[in-house]
T-cell receptor, first 113, second 113 residues
Framework: DGGITQSPKYLFRKEGQNVTLSCEQN?????MYWYRQDPGQGLRLIYY???????QKGDIAEGYSVSREKKESFPLTVTSAQKNPTAFYLC????????????FGSGTRLTVV | KQEVTQIPAALSVPEGENLVLNCSFTDSAIYNLQWFRQDPGKGLTSLLL?????REQTSGRLNASLDKSSGRSTLYIAASQPGDSATYLCAVSPSGGSYIPTFGRGTSLIVHP
């Protein structure tokens, strides 16, 4: 079955560490997105990519970095510059940038210890 | 900037009731509107996608309507069941530009037996 796989499901980070969250899709979707979800808040866009080797900052890109070397993969790195990284991270994809609807992964919960 | 509001924020009902969840948006220049379901600690599951040219979409016990001129969408759930308990989010994609959607904060629904 086609879908989006996020790993790991749970991730713990020490202060000052960089961590990378994985997102892989086999839907042949062109566009991929990273969102952050905090309790009581809506989804906030971190980065998005509409084509391989290109990506754009979203509303809260500071302290995060991404790459899009393959169509299927869009990893997110949470750097030590992100001061409040504890959150639920969601990856999504769509057929193309014109958005015929989104498909989401199951999420990664990141906790700073 | 598009703003998406969902009312009510939380809802608790007995099993069997018919429900209406509301989503309002400030900019009527939209490309589409999508309703999602999110279970605790999980990703988002797409329920219904309404294109800007459509007035409603139906899937099983769910019916979503769209009134662009008034900036409103409603999600109707017929004969609610305890398994419907979840958070329901709407996402509005603008026409033109990057089509990046704006999400509401969701309605948390509990259906008790």
């Amino acid at each position: 079955d086609g879908g989006i796989t996020q790993s790991p499901k749970y991730l713990f980070r020490k202060e000052g560490q960089n961590v990378t969250l994985s997102c892989e899709q086999n839907l042949n979707h062109d566009a991929m997105y990273w969102y952050r979800q905090d309790p009581g808040q809506g989804l906030r866009l971190i980065y998005y990519s509409q084509i391989v080797n290109d990506f754009q900052k979203g509303d809260i890109a500071e302290g995060y970095s991404v790459s899009r070397e393959k169509k299927e993969s869009f990893p997110l790195t949470v750097t030590s510059a992100q001061k409040n990284p504890t959150a639920f991270y969601l990856c999504a994809s769509s057929v193309d940038g014109s958005h015929k609807g989104y498909t989401f992964g199951s999420g990664t919960r990141l906790t700073v210890v | 900037k598009q703003e998406v509001t969902q009312i009510p924020a939380a809802l608790s009902v007995p099993e069997g009731e018919n429900l209406v969840l509301n989503c309002s948006f400030t900019d009527s220049a939209i490309y589409n509107l999508q309703w999602f379901r999110q279970d605790p600690g999980k990703g988002l599951t797409s329920l219904l996608l309404i294109q800007s040219s459509q007035r409603e979409q139906t899937s099983g016990r769910l019916n979503a309507s769209l009134d662009k001129s008034s900036g409103r969408s409603t999600l109707y759930i017929a004969a609610s069941q305890p398994g419907d308990s979840a958070t329901y989010l709407c996402a509005v994609s603008p026409s033109g530009g990057s089509y990046i959607p704006t999400f509401g904060r969701g309605t948390s629904l509990i259906v008790h037996p």
